[in-house]
């Protein structure tokens, strides 16, 4: 059965970093790109960062040089490095998989449960 599942979310100071983690079983994750969305209060989730099955890598302009992604697919696990945190980063952070490569505008086959970011002012 497929499964994907989130963690390294939390409570954080603006400023501050945080690496969130998504571990995947039940997929031939080489074969998957990985994304990262966010969805905040009363808002759609959106678009994060995504890195396709042969590292090629997209982020949101609201991120992109901030947030790195990165894949170890000896581990099953996609990573989302967070730095330079800002009070409007908070949401709750889900990972998607879809084969091949996972497109911004595009439906995700596969998503973890979410893990909590909150950065605090």
């Known amino acids: 059965q497929e499964q994907l599942v989130e963690s390294g979310g939390g409570l954080v100071q603006a400023g501050d970093s945080l690496r969130l983690s998504c571990v995947v079983s039940g997929l031939s994750f080489s074969n998957y790109g990985m994304g990262w969305f966010r969805q905040a209060p009363g808002k759609e989730r959106e678009f994060v960062a995504a890195m396709s099955w042969s590292g090629n890598t997209n982020y949101a302009v609201s991120v992109k040089g901030r947030f790195t992604i990165s894949r170890d697919n000896d581990k099953n696990t996609v990573y989302l490095q967070m730095d330079s945190l800002k009070p409007e980063d908070t949401a709750v952070y889900y990972c998607?998989?879809?084969?091949?490569?996972?497109?911004?505008?595009?439906?995700?086959?596969?998503w973890g449960q979410g893990t909590q970011v909150t950065v605090s002012s």
């Open positions: 998607g998989a879809d084969l091949w490569v996972v497109e911004p505008h595009k439906a995700v086959r596969y």
